[in-house]
């Protein structure tokens, strides 16, 4: 007689099957297998149940009302697979905790902020030699492409073609790989940022293009010295947040490549796709995520929608 299987072996099950699909699920495995622990210590046999959910993923009081959410949330993606598959299991409404996905209005940088930041990071002082020019174009590289904060630091020698003007993103969310073209203005401040770099003995047979010591420029030294600039600079944020936050770059570029194409009357359903694979997003509805509702982007509209409304009232 074969024994019941045990939550924990459900779970891995599940998750080798969404990693196939390409998902990475590293914080998704850590919760999911707590919740999974949970359910076999507390003895549970058979079908899923919401109140079995709703007690795990609330049970902590020392957890946020997001991060509940956000456990019921992996846990619910547990539950859907595991309902197609036994027809009992229950699938709890998210309805019954706050949204773990509530979206925060960024920041959207202007033409000025951004020349701004540039400037502040080439003056940085230079606690080692090549660390104003280091900040300068990693900014710039972020505001003029969209990167991921990650996929930037990430990025070795091998990845860089300063001929053809291409970055290799390699295996970052979703396990993805893709070729992210570059502005030839873009490729030119990256090649200079490369000559000084290739001038410093120590960086020289470093792999990695932005680095020091042999490693990666590490984030949390990159999100300070952001934060750092930004209060410095006085800026206040036109988002939700009292700051600017160096993610709110990847969202102004999505905003400003959007407002551009408006005024270059490209098609937009056509467009918006490219801008997805282009940022790496597993799905066009990720990269409406990014989009916020400017005064420039709002004032299109509305002209876009008048034009519409006139050739409506004028048929017969």
Known sequence: MNRPRTMVGKAQEYLAYRRSLGFALEATEYVLLDFARFADHCGHRGPLTTALMLRWATGDERHSARYRAE??????GFARHLAAIDGRSQVPDMRLVASAHRRIQPHVFTDKQLAELVTAAAKLRPSYALRPHTYATLFGLLASTGLRVSEALELQRADVDL????LLIRQTKFRKTRWVPL??????ALRQFARHRDQDAGLRSSPWFFGRCGRPLPYRTVLGTFRRLSS????????ALPRPRIHDLR??????RLLQWYRDGVDLNQAIASLSTYLGHA??????????GTGELLSIAGAKFERFAAVVESRP
């Open 183 to 188: 502005h030839p203005t873009v490729t030119k």
């Open 251 to 256: 969202h102004s570029f999505v905003c400003r």
């Open 71 to 76: 456990r019921l949330s992996i846990v619910r």
């Open 232 to 239: 410095s600079l006085g800026w206040q944020s036109n988002g």
């Open 163 to 166: 001929h053809s003007g291409l």
């Open 283 to 292: 799905k066009v509805s990720d990269t409406y995520w990014y989009l916020s």
